[in-house]
């Protein structure tokens, strides 16, 4: 079964900062599926990025990119030029690729202070 | 397309009585799941539709959770007999073929 561990229970970065967000994700299948999801403060879950583990390119998505590093099973979220609208839960998730069963982290809520 | 929608947002209910929720996906999408969320906690995974057939369950879901999707479309979540350790967000997604999951947004359950 897979694993999703985010050491961070909160973090906050100054508006205009750049912010990293941990996660690791323990698997042992080889081909399998990362994801970012945001959940701003009573809102629903939206997808922020994702990762395909069989990438080598690391996946950006305008101010979002991640850092996959596999054999260290690490997949941290850079947030450059954070903005106050970026305030929110922020979870680590994973599929394996085989498998349909989403495994969340226990998310990292992140301030961005004005 | 008009995301996935969820009823009701809310609902109140003693402790014993039976609710039901309800879950409309992205109508392309053939791949729904149920998630329960308690506070500042991540999702847990409760059981996954594709199509009309349920193919996983967790062991979360207890023998008083049942979930359907008839015809492949809608889904209902019931919860039988509810006690005050059910209260939490319950969270559906639809997924097309790439996989990434469209969250609602949520079926808050309080039970007294």
């Known amino acids: 079964a897979q694993t999703v561990t985010q050491s961070q229970p909160e973090m906050s970065v100054q508006e205009a900062e750049t912010v990293t967000l941990s996660c690791t994700y323990d698997?042992?299948?080889?081909?399998?599926?990362l994801f970012w999801y945001k959940q701003p403060p009573s809102r629903q879950m939206i997808l922020v990025i994702r990762?395909?583990?069989?990438?080598?390119q690391n996946a950006t998505e305008n101010r979002f990119s991640v850092n996959f590093q596999k054999a260290a099973k690490s997949f941290s979220l850079k947030i450059s030029d954070s903005q106050l609208g970026d305030t929110a839960m922020y979870f680590c998730?994973?599929?394996?690729?085989?498998?349909?069963?989403?495994?969340f982290g226990p998310g990292t809520r992140l301030s961005v202070l004005p | 397309d008009t995301g996935v929608s969820q009823n009701p947002r809310h609902k109140i209910t003693k402790r014993g009585q039976n609710v039901t929720f309800r879950c409309d996906p992205i109508?392309?999408?053939?791949?729904l799941y149920w998630y329960r969320q308690t506070l500042g906690q991540g999702p847990e995974f409760l059981t996954y539709?594709?199509?009309?057939?349920?193919?996983?369950k967790s062991r979360l879901l207890s023998d008083r959770f049942s979930a359907e999707r008839p015809k492949g479309s809608f889904s209902t979540l019931e919860i039988q007999r509810t006690e005050q350790g059910d209260s939490a967000m319950y969270l559906c997604?639809?997924?097309?073929?790439?996989?990434?999951?469209?969250f609602g947004e949520g079926s808050r359950l309080t039970v007294l």
């Open positions: 997604a639809s997924s097309p073929a790439t996989g990434e999951l469209f």
């Open positions: 698997t042992s299948e080889n081909n399998y599926y």
């Open positions: 990762q395909e583990a069989y990438k080598q």
């Open positions: 998730a994973g599929r394996d690729n085989y498998g349909q069963n989403f495994v």
């Open positions: 109508s392309e999408h053939n791949r």
């Open positions: 539709f594709q199509n009309e057939a349920q193919l996983e």
